[in-house]
C-alpha cells in the first residue's frame, strides 16, 4: 500500500483524533499548571500565574473530590460486577438452544440503552420523587416506603439508573461473542451429556472472557464519567446529591465558578486515576488469562 493511500484513509482519522482528543488533554493539562489568583476587594481582574502544584495541592486537599473519587469507586466495585452479571446471564438465557422469541428479546433489552441518559434519568427521577413516585404510592397501604435519597441510597439510586440502561449494551457485546463458539463444539458437548449450565460455564463463559473483560474497561470508564444521572436528580434529591458529587460535577462546580485551571487539574488527576485502573485491570485479568 503506498504512502499516498496511507494518508487518504488514515489522515481524516489522525486529524479528527489529534483535535478531538489529543488537543483538549493537552490544552487541560496546560491549564492545570496556572492558577488563578483574585485581589481581596475583586476591584481588578483576576490574574493567571505559572504554579504547576498548586491547583494538585488543592485537589488532593479537597474533601469534597476527594469524596466523589472514592464514590465513583464504590459504584465501580458494586455497579460493574452486578450489571455485566445481568448482561452475561441474558446472553445464556437467550443464546440457549432451547430459547424462543431471541430477537424479540435482544430488542427488549437492547431498548433501554437507546433512550438518551438524560431522558432516562428524567423518567426515573418520576419514580424516585417523594410525591409522584408510582412505587411509593403501591406501597404506601402497606405503611411501605423506599427512601431513594435518604443517608447513602443517592448512589444506589443512580446506580439503578445505569444498570437499566447499559446491561442491553453489554449483553449485546457478549450474545456477539456467543455466536462465535463453533457448532461443532457444542454439540461435542451436547453428546457427551453436558447440561446446558455444565455446558455454560465450562464452555461459553470461557469463550467470551475477552469480551467481558471489554466490556468491564469500558464500564469502569463509564463509571469515572458520572455525571448525567446525578445531575438530573440533583433538584429532588434534598441535598443528598451535591455539587460535587462525582468529580466531573466537581469540575464543572469549579468550572462556574470561573476557576477554569481548578477544574482541569480535577479532570488530570480523574484521568489519571482511570487509566492507571484500567491499566492495572488489563495486567491482572491478562495474567489471569497466561495462569
Known amino acids: 500500500?503506498?504512502?499516498?493511500?496511507?494518508?487518504?484513509?488514515?489522515?481524516?482519522?489522525?486529524?479528527?483524533?489529534?483535535?478531538?482528543?489529543?488537543?483538549?488533554?493537552?490544552?487541560a493539562t496546560v491549564s492545570s499548571l496556572y492558577v488563578v489568583r483574585r485581589s481581596g476587594l475583586g476591584l481588578t481582574p483576576p490574574t493567571r500565574e505559572f504554579d504547576p502544584f498548586h491547583?494538585?495541592?488543592?485537589?488532593?486537599?479537597?474533601?469534597?473530590?476527594?469524596?466523589?473519587?472514592?464514590?465513583?469507586?464504590?459504584?465501580?466495585?458494586?455497579?460493574?460486577?452486578?450489571m455485566l452479571g445481568l448482561a452475561l446471564g441474558l446472553a445464556l438465557l437467550i443464546d440457549a438452544k432451547s430459547a424462543r422469541g431471541k430477537g424479540f428479546f435482544r430488542l427488549g433489552a437492547f431498548l433501554p440503552y437507546a433512550i438518551p441518559g438524560v431522558s432516562a434519568a428524567l423518567v426515573w427521577s418520576f419514580m424516585y420523587s417523594s410525591e409522584s413516585s408510582p412505587l411509593n404510592h403501591l406501597l404506601e397501604p402497606l405503611g411501605i416506603r423506599i427512601p431513594f435519597f435518604d443517608g447513602g441510597i443517592a448512589l444506589w439510586s443512580v446506580a439503578n439508573i445505569v444498570t437499566w440502561s447499559w446491561t442491553g449494551y453489554n449483553m449485546i457485546i457478549i450474545y456477539s461473542a456467543l455466536q462465535t463458539i463453533p457448532a461443532e463444539v457444542l454439540e461435542a458437548a451436547r453428546v457427551d451429556g453436558a447440561s446446558a449450565l455444565r455446558t455454560a460455564w465450562s464452555i461459553k463463559i470461557p469463550a467470551v472472557r475477552s469480551s467481558l473483560v471489554l466490556t468491564a474497561v469500558f464500564s469502569i470508564i463509564g463509571s469515572a464519567q458520572l455525571y448525567n444521572e446525578p445531575a438530573v436528580l440533583q433538584p429532588i434529591s434534598s441535598g443528598a446529591i451535591t455539587s460535587a458529587f462525582t468529580p466531573i460535577m466537581s469540575a464543572q462546580a469549579a468550572v462556574a465558578a470561573g476557576n477554569y485551571p481548578y477544574a482541569a487539574a480535577q479532570s488530570v488527576v480523574l484521568a489519571l486515576s482511570v487509566g492507571v485502573l484500567s491499566f492495572v485491570f488489563f495486567k491482572l485479568t491478562d495474567r489471569g488469562d497466561k495462569a
Not at 500500500?1 to 489529534?18: A, D, E, I, K
Not at 486537599?61 to 455497579?79: H, N, T, Y
Request: glycine letters at 10%; aromatic letters at 16%; hydrophobic letters at 60%.
Open 55 to 82: 491547583n494538585f495541592a488543592t485537589a488532593f486537599a479537597d474533601e469534597d473530590f476527594l469524596a466523589g473519587l472514592g464514590r465513583v469507586g464504590l459504584f465501580a466495585v458494586v455497579q460493574v460486577p452486578v
Open 1 to 27: 500500500m503506498s504512502r499516498r493511500t496511507l494518508l487518504l484513509f488514515g489522515g481524516p482519522f489522525v486529524l479528527l483524533f489529534l483535535a478531538m482528543y489529543v488537543a483538549p488533554i493537552v490544552y
